[in-house]
C-alpha cells in the first residue's frame, strides 16, 4: 500500500479499550512503538480488530508536534516519543523535520521555519515527537 502519510507503523494489535461511542486502540509497531489510537466502534468490527490482528497506524507529518525540553508526562496527547533530531530540511515556509527515536523508528514532522528556529533543531538535538491519538488512522490489508 502507497499513502501520502509520512508516518507508516505496521504491527500488531496489543489493546482495545471499547468504549460507547469510540475505542482506544493500540498498536505495536514492528520497530517496538506502541501508537494509541482512538477510532470509532463502527471502525473497530469493521475493519475486525481484536488483539494480535496484524494492522498499520498513518499519521501525517502536519500531525506532528515537536517540542524540546519535555516529557511525555507534562503532554495530553497520547503519544510522545522521545528522540534524536536526525534531519532538518527547510523550505520556503515549513520543514521538515526527522526525529529518531527507540528502536530505530523514525517520525516525520512538518513545522514552520519559525518554529524550527525558535527551537534551534538541528541534526543531534534532542526532540519529542508529539501526536494525538484521535490523528491516528487504523487500516488493516484487504
Known amino acids: 500500500m502507497k499513502t501520502s502519510a509520512r508516518n507508516h507503523f505496521s504491527g500488531k494489535i496489543v489493546s482495545i479499550e471499547a468504549g460507547a461511542v469510540n475505542d482506544e486502540i493500540v ?3 514492528d520497530d517496538g512503538l506502541e501508537v494509541v489510537a482512538v477510532i470509532t466502534r463502527a471502525s473497530t468490527a469493521s475493519l ?6 496484524p494492522a498499520f497506524a498513518l499519521v501525517k507529518a502536519s500531525s506532528v508536534i515537536v517540542m524540546v ?7 495530553s496527547a497520547r503519544n510522545a516519543f522521545a528522540g534524536t533530531v536526525l534531519s532538518v530540511t527547510k523550505g520556503a515556509v515549513n520543514s521538515e523535520v526527522i526525529i529518531g527515536v527507540s528502536g530505530g523508528a523514525q517520525l516525520a514532522a512538518t513545522i514552520t521555519n519559525q518554529s524550527v528556529d525558535r527551537l534551534a533543531l538541528a541534526a543531534g538535538k534532542a526532540a519529542t515527537a508529539i501526536f494525538k491519538a484521535s490523528s491516528v488512522i487504523v487500516g488493516v490489508a484487504d
Open 27 to 29: 498498536l505495536k509497531a
Open 69 to 75: 525540553d519535555v516529557t511525555s508526562a507534562q503532554v
Open 48 to 53: 475486525g480488530l481484536q488483539l494480535g490482528t
